[in-house]
């Protein structure tokens, strides 16, 4: 009789294995066979490696919201490739002019030089990676690139490709995360129905890579257990819109919490003792930008863990107004931060908290958070507590809505008194009531270009004749088409958008935009517009909201506004349920 091991070696993944799934993953143009070859390979992965899988898939190696950048520019990725594969640096560099992607450009080096994969471990990779992120000092340019020129010299073509890409961001996958949280429930999660459980653990966590880890090594349950912690930042509430003051009171169950709407940046605080973490509304790490807040949190919390969600507006001290989002906005900047702070400084309006002294309020209702509030915030200074105020009235909340007019600000933000923080949810449990909600359609929709169509005659020169945009189907992980660009953008524009285009320009349509019209470029949907237009109105060229008998929903006139992918991802754009409310609401007007 043969013997039974004592130990069984765990088979690990090797990148080269990886590799194929990434392939596969990047020839699809389908988002259902995108779910499938996520659950097969969630599947083939071992419980151990899950996790640096996920993040692996998504081109990163921490969690979205954890600023850890491998940082390395083409120039160094170039030298690596080069040094790997024994050719100068020129060459990599002139193949990759021709080329523009230097993971192709890797994986041509690399069959050339007949290299033979020493199967090396998922794991391994992504702790070298994690390693040439986290080398600082003297040196580091060399330090890095010696990494990955090791690591070049180790693993097969294909290999090669997608490694190259990671360093330098540009892994073009475009995979969702709502379509990572498919694949978790299909492969691991006992399929969709479970679905919703991840989704929640996602929306009070941010972080795939947590979740896939919790549920292998662990199970479902454990799964469910995931809560609010600080220092993890929670996804955003967001808000339904509805006209009219009559409505909302209708809607909304007799009685509401009515607070001011700035338009700032939505900052999330983390306070952990002395340290102060903030988070953008896309869940980036904003806390380097924003010193006065940071000051202003520890001098006015005196709680020793919480978490806030507020509004920053930049203020003018002399005149003690408050400034438009345009002077805001010049507020997001890496550099020169000190003297921006001195020159335009930041006011927090506080209005929520999630989390207060190790315990979570999001399961609170909103009355009783509103009280933890104002007991929690202490004075008026960098920070401003905002509890707002109950009413059953009409006619109260049209003075306050007026009154916030009269000072500047965009309307209101209403909310339903007993409800808790929904993490990531937008329903009408908030609503926003702005200057134009009522009547004609004045409120703007925030478009993802998908592609573009070449220009003719002078256009052409700014390589853009018109902008394919779309908005997403939260329901479908899928960005959908509603309009054709042409008008509202100066020569600058094009040329801007032209530049950003060039580096995000795909192949073949991606899995997840749904498309008739076919651009003569598509591009990787990421670069976020503010569009205004004069109408929503049905097409059948338009796939947003459309159905086997029903035409999709387009915009009627359309104008760039601004940009707004400082502060959105493609998925924060308006989704089409919003459009098809929206469309509803500019027939409403009175
Ligand atoms: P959204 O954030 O809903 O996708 P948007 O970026 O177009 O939409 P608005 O429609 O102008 O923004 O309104 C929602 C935003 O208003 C919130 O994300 C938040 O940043 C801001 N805001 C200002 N005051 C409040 C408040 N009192 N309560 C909630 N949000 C507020």
Redesign the pocket.
């Given at each position: 009789m043969s013997e039974i091991p004592l130990s069984v070696t765990i088979q690990k993944m090797t990148f080269a294995k990886l590799a194929e799934y990434l392939d596969r993953l990047e020839e699809t143009s389908s988002r259902l066979s995108l779910i499938d070859i996520l659950a097969e390979l969630f599947n083939e992965a071992k419980d151990e490696e899950i996790k640096e899988i996920v993040y692996l898939i998504q081109g990163r190696v921490a969690p979205f919201y954890e600023p850890v950048e491998i940082g390395m520019a083409e120039k160094s990725v170039a030298a690596a490739i080069a040094q790997a594969y024994g050719v100068e640096k020129e060459e990599v560099l002139s193949s990759f002019g021709q080329i523009g992607d230097l993971g192709k450009v890797a994986q041509n080096l690399n069959s050339q030089a007949k290299i033979t994969d020493s199967h090396i471990a998922v794991k391994e990779v992504f702790a070298q990676l994690l390693q040439i992120a986290r080398t600082s000092g003297e040196g580091t340019v060399d330090k890095k690139l010696n990494i990955l020129s090791d690591l070049l010299k180790q693993i097969n073509a294909s290999s090669a490709k997608h490694l190259a890409r990671i360093p330098l961001g540009t892994s073009r996958l475009g995979i969702g995360d709502p379509t990572v949280l498919d694949g978790l429930a299909k492969a691991r999660a006992g399929g969709r129905e479970n679905r919703k459980i991840l989704e929640a653990a996602y929306n009070k966590t941010s972080d795939l890579g947590l979740i896939a880890q919790t549920l292998c090594q662990n199970d479902l349950k454990s799964v469910e257990e995931l809560d609010v912690e600080v220092g993890r930042p929670i996804r955003?509430?967001?808000?339904e819109?509805l006209p009219d003051a009559k409505t909302i009171l209708e809607k909304m169950g007799g009685e509401v919490h009515m607070?001011?709407?700035?338009?700032?940046?939505?900052v999330q605080i983390h306070k952990n003792g002395d340290q102060v973490r903030l988070f953008s509304?896309n869940l980036e790490e904003t806390t380097a930008m924003m010193p006065d807040v940071i000051a202003g949190v520890k001098k006015q919390i005196k709680a020793k863990t919480a978490i806030f969600?507020s509004?920053a507006l930049a203020y003018n001290k002399d005149s003690e107004e408050f400034l438009p989002f345009q002077e805001t906005t010049k507020r997001r900047r890496k550099y020169q931060v000190e003297e921006m702070a001195e020159a335009l400084p930041l006011k927090a309006?506080v209005?929520?908290v999630m989390y207060l002294n190790g315990t979570s309020l999001v399961d609170l209702s909103l009355r009783d958070r509103m009280e933890k509030l104002t007991q929690t915030v202490s004075g008026d200074g960098v920070l401003i507590a905002?509890p707002?105020e109950f009413t059953q009235e009409v006619e109260k909340i049209e003075t306050v809505f007026n009154d916030a007019l009269t000072k500047g600000l965009?309307g209101?933000?209403l909310?339903k008194p007993d409800s808790k923080y929904e993490a990531g949810a937008?329903n009408f449990n908030?609503v926003?009531l702005?200057r134009h909600s009522a009547g004609e359609l004045k409120?703007?929709v925030?478009c993802v270009i998908l592609g573009y169509v070449f220009g003719r005659g002078k256009r052409a020169e700014f390589g853009a004749g018109a902008l394919l945009v779309g908005v997403y189907d939260s329901q479908k992980d899928e960005f959908v088409t509603v309009s054709k660009i042409g008008t509202g953008l100066s020569d600058e524009e094009w040329r801007e958008i032209h530049q950003r285009a060039d580096k995000i320009k795909l192949e073949r349509k991606p899995a997840r935009v749904n498309s008739i019209l076919v651009p003569s470029v598509w591009i990787k949907p990421e670069i976020v517009i503010?569009v205004l237009a004069d109408e929503i109105t049905r097409s059948p060229v338009h796939t947003a909201g459309k159905t086997e008998n029903e035409p999709g929903f387009a915009l009627r006139f359309p104008r760039l506004v601004r940009f707004?992918d400082s502060?959105?991802k493609a998925e924060?754009a308006?989704t089409v349920k919003e459009l098809i409310e929206m469309y509803k609401l500019q027939y409403s007007a009175k």
């Open positions: 955003s509430q967001l808000a819109r607070q001011y709407k700035y338009d700032g940046f939505r509304r969600d509004e309006f209005f929520d905002q707002g965009e209101l933000v909310k937008r908030w926003k702005k409120d703007t925030d503010e707004r502060d959105k924060d308006t």
